[in-house]
């Protein structure tokens, strides 16, 4: 998998020339970055990797290494961990998956299981999630009804219509 550098959404520099601006005044003073493991490193060695670095809390922190894949899922950020066997009528996919925690050491997964399901249109992705295949299912097929109501409404209520105007 590809490695993807977020920025931490707890930094102090919130644009990134205002941080690198910080970081060489940072490196000019000698200053240190902590690790998660609360060793620290000379700044300098982060001078041709600033995306390695953020300014969290009054500290320079090593942003911890985050390999993975972030899909967004009805505003929780989620990382598919693999597709499940499981099929079934509605045609939904199915995905073990963590939600994605940040501190100020960067992103993580969070030590719990949901499940993630994906329904493909023409219309593009839909997605629902829970701690069950039902829950997911059952969010996603919300999400699905709320977008495409119109279309069954009027195939579903096509004869009660009819029948109104005998």
Same mark, same amino acid.
């Given at each position: 998998?590809? !490695?993807?550098?977020?920025?931490?959404?707890?930094?102090?520099? @919130?644009?990134?020339?205002?941080?690198?601006?910080?970081?060489?005044?940072? +490196? @000019?003073?000698?200053?240190?970055? !902590?690790?998660s493991d609360l060793?620290?490193?000379?700044? *300098?060695?982060?001078?041709?990797?600033?995306? @390695?670095?953020?300014?969290?809390?009054?500290?320079?922190?090593? !942003?911890?290494?985050?390999? =993975?894949?972030?899909?967004?899922?009805?505003?929780?950020?989620?990382? $598919? $961990?693999?597709?499940?066997?499981?099929?079934? @009528?509605?045609?939904?996919?199915f995905y073990k998956?963590?939600?994605?925690?940040?501190?100020? =050491?960067?992103?993580? $997964?969070?030590?719990? !299981?949901? +499940?993630?399901? %994906?329904?493909?249109?023409?219309?593009?992705?839909?997605?629902?999630?829970?701690?069950? +295949?039902?829950?997911a299912r059952a969010?996603?097929?919300?999400?699905?009804?709320?977008?495409?109501?119109?279309? +069954?409404? *009027?195939?579903?209520?096509?004869?009660?219509?009819?029948?109104?105007? %005998?």
């Amino acid at each position: 998998m590809n !490695q993807k550098q977020y920025r931490n959404s707890f930094t102090e520099h @919130k644009t990134e020339k205002e941080k690198l601006a910080a970081l060489n005044q940072a +490196i @000019k003073n000698n200053e240190l970055a !902590q690790r998660s493991d609360l060793t620290t490193l000379p700044l *300098a060695d982060f001078a041709k990797m600033p995306e @390695k670095v953020e300014f969290v809390r009054d500290i320079w922190r090593v !942003q911890d290494p985050f390999p =993975y894949t972030i899909q967004e899922v009805r505003g929780m950020n989620f990382v $598919l $961990l693999e597709k499940m066997p499981h099929t079934e @009528k509605t045609l939904f996919e199915f995905y073990k998956a963590k939600i994605v925690s940040e501190n100020c =050491y960067g992103r993580y $997964l969070a030590d719990c !299981q949901y +499940i993630v399901a %994906k329904y493909t249109t023409k219309d593009g992705e839909f997605w629902g999630y829970g701690r069950t +295949i039902e829950q997911a299912r059952a969010f996603l097929g919300v999400k699905l009804y709320d977008e495409y109501k119109h279309l +069954i409404h *009027a195939h579903a209520c096509s004869d009660r219509e009819l029948g109104h105007k %005998k």
